[in-house]
């Protein structure tokens, strides 16, 4: 099975950098996700890792070291539209690759 | 990347009575899967929509309450049965790798049911 811990919320100023945690245990890996949701809506793609390294994507950037069980994801240049839920998900080697998620880290972004 | 439409988007049911929610994707998909999520939590995998055979249940969730279709690669329904207020969620279809092996996973738009 899956354990994946994220802090709950986090708080961070408009225009700044923040970095939201991510640490997993798993019986099998094949790749970590992150989803960004908006109060009452889907979850959006950002970002897949499944090496180890840094994925940069505008703003937006994530890391993972498999080692460590550990991800990251970067947002820089804070926008007050960034306030949201995200959601770190970690997907098993199995035959059906089940995608299991986090709590999320409702993140507010203020002025 | 897929395209994903979900009906109905949001529904009032009475307590008792079955809802189906239909998915639908614009492409062929090799994996389906349907999730929950309960007021203010994450999303809890409900099962793996096989195309042809029998979902994949996750602990937890049985057939008799949460029965699945899937008769093509495009196409599944969930019904969420003998509803109770418990059954409060918004449920999600989601399509993962595709058979040309794409890593990414995207959800539907979601269909928020509230049991009364």
């Known amino acids: 099975g899956q354990n994946i811990d994220q802090p709950t919320e986090m708080t961070a100023t408009e225009g700044a950098i923040v970095q939201i945690n991510c640490t997993y245990q798993t019986s099998g890996f094949n790749g970590l996700f992150w989803y960004q949701q908006h109060a009452g809506e889907a979850p959006t793609f950002l970002s897949y890792?499944?090496?180890?390294g840094l994925e940069e994507k505008g703003r937006f950037s994530s890391f993972l070291s498999r080692s460590k069980g550990y991800s990251y994801l970067l947002l820089k240049e804070l926008q007050m539209k960034d306030s949201a839920s995200y959601l770190c998900?970690?997907?098993?080697?199995?035959?059906?690759?089940?995608?299991?998620f986090g709590i999320g880290t409702k993140l507010q972004v203020i002025p | 990347s897929a395209v994903i439409s979900q009906k109905p988007s949001r529904d009032i049911c009475q307590r008792g009575t079955s809802l189906t929610i239909q998915c639908q994707v614009d492409s062929q998909v090799t994996m389906m899967f349907w999730y929950r999520q309960q007021p203010g939590q994450s999303l809890t995998l409900i099962a793996t929509a096989n195309q042809g055979s029998e979902a994949t249940y996750e602990s937890g969730f049985v057939i008799d309450k949460f029965p699945i279709s899937r008769p093509n690669l495009t196409f599944s329904t969930l019904t969420v049965s003998n509803m109770s207020p418990e059954d409060s969620s918004i449920y999600l279809c989601s399509v993962g790798p595709s058979s040309g092996g794409a890593a990414k996973q995207f959800f539907g738009p979601g269909t928020r049911l509230t049991v009364l």
């Open positions: 998900a970690v997907r098993d080697s199995g035959g059906y690759q089940k995608v299991t």
């Open positions: 890792n499944v090496l180890d």
